[in-house]
């Protein structure tokens, strides 16, 4: 487990590192899980060395989201106002979103 978790972070913290050294304005999380996916399917680390933590993780994976709708109640009448528009955008970047991925396991497995 310790080892996974090793695994986990130093990759989280490699992609920060490289988000903050490069000024690139993607998140050092989004990088740090790209780099791990491009690791995992390199077979730079083996699928067995990730997963207890990430199982883990995947199962509280909903309080992580906690801190974020605790915030946006600091927007609540921003939100109130605006509904309808951002409704539509989370309806349609969820189906782009689904569509996208699907595309690319479809075309991953060949």
Known sequence: MLKSLLYIFGFLLLGELISWLFQIPVAGNILGMLLIFIALKLKLIQLEDVK??????????????IPYGVGLMVYFNMVAEFWLPITVAVVFSSILTLYITAVILEKSRK
Do not use: Q, T
């Not at 933590?53 to 309080?63: E, G, M, P, Q, T």
């Open 52 to 65: 207890p933590a990430s199982d883990k993780l995947i199962k509280y994976l909903v309080v992580f989201f």
